[in-house]
């Protein structure tokens, strides 16, 4: 079932669109990667469909229903959440404090712990003494505390190795499993595709390929075109 759908989403900034005429439908349970170059207007996507910002033109639903008009917060309170970029922990507070901030039921806060071994070792350290790896961590642990029916993750590997970041990738798979629809921006292309069941390749502020994450997994000859816009 569709729960989140764009239709036409156009997003300026300054002069002129920065994205335009982007069409999707994501439904429970499955991951869509949006990848392409930098600059290519997938920050400012993720924002429209937030609430951060506003769209100059097209609609985005949920559960059918326009959300246009909703202010950020009650999209959240909708279930639309947002994973920003930047790892956006609260310092002063433990790792369990930072996920009590957005646990919707009593036990959401061990249940999203639960998710990571490495935070229930230190729960009551905090925030501001963790890896940066570890901080990622708690921000993906309070996301999936605020019990999320739609997901928007903005490249969640900014400032990781590589490996830290396959370290992440199957907590961003078990959200699927239960059932959470994930809209993935990611720098890794191939380790993003890797785990998405769709992908979109945004280039130059336009969808220049849409379709099975597969196709581009298997021919790098279709994703080197895709980013050049071709």
């Given at each position: 079932m569709?729960?989140?759908k764009?239709?036409g989403?156009?997003?300026?900034?300054?002069?002129?669109?920065?994205?335009?005429?982007?069409?999707?439908?994501?439904?429970?349970?499955e991951?869509?990667?949006?990848v392409?170059p930098?600059?290519?207007?997938k920050?400012?996507?993720?924002?429209?469909?937030?609430?951060?910002?506003?769209p100059?033109a097209?609609d985005?639903?949920l559960?059918g229903g326009?959300?246009?008009k909703?202010?950020?917060?009650?999209?959240?309170r909708?279930g639309?959440?947002?994973v920003?970029?930047g790892r956006a922990?609260f310092?002063?507070l433990t790792?369990?404090?930072?996920?009590?901030?957005t646990?919707?039921?009593?036990?959401?806060t061990?249940?999203?712990?639960?998710l990571?071994?490495?935070?229930?070792k230190r729960?009551?350290?905090?925030a501001a003494?963790?890896s940066g790896?570890?901080?990622?961590?708690?921000?993906?642990?309070?996301s999936?505390?605020a019990?999320?029916r739609?997901?928007?993750?903005?490249?969640?590997?900014?400032g990781l190795?590589?490996?830290?970041?396959?370290?992440?990738?199957p907590?961003?798979t078990?959200?699927?499993?239960?059932?959470v629809?994930?809209?993935?921006v990611e720098q890794?292309t191939?380790?993003?595709?890797?785990?998405?069941?769709?992908?979109?390749?945004?280039?130059?502020?336009?969808?220049?390929w849409?379709?099975?994450a597969s196709?581009l997994?298997?021919?790098?000859e279709t994703?080197?075109?895709?980013?050049?816009g071709?």
């Open positions: 569709t729960i989140l764009l239709t989403v156009t997003v300026s900034r300054g002069a002129g669109p920065v994205i335009r005429g982007v069409d999707l439908e994501l439904t429970s349970g991951i869509v990667a949006v392409g930098n600059g290519a207007g920050t400012s996507l993720l924002e429209a469909i937030s609430g951060v910002i506003s100059s097209g985005i639903t559960d326009s959300i246009l909703m202010s950020r917060v009650a999209r959240s909708r639309l959440i947002h920003e970029q922990v310092p002063s790792v369990a404090e930072n996920i009590r901030l646990a919707r039921t009593a036990t959401a061990a249940e999203a712990m639960d990571f071994p490495e935070l229930a729960a009551e350290s905090p003494l963790l790896g570890e901080q990622q961590m708690v921000v993906l642990a309070r999936f505390a019990k999320p739609v997901l928007l993750i903005d490249e969640m590997s900014l190795a590589p490996v830290v970041f396959t370290r992440l990738l907590v961003v078990a959200f699927a499993r239960s059932g629809a994930v809209l993935l890794f191939h380790l993003a595709l890797g785990v998405a069941d769709r992908a979109l390749v945004v280039s130059s502020g336009a969808v220049t849409a379709g099975e196709v997994r298997d021919s790098p994703l080197h075109a895709a980013y050049l071709s």
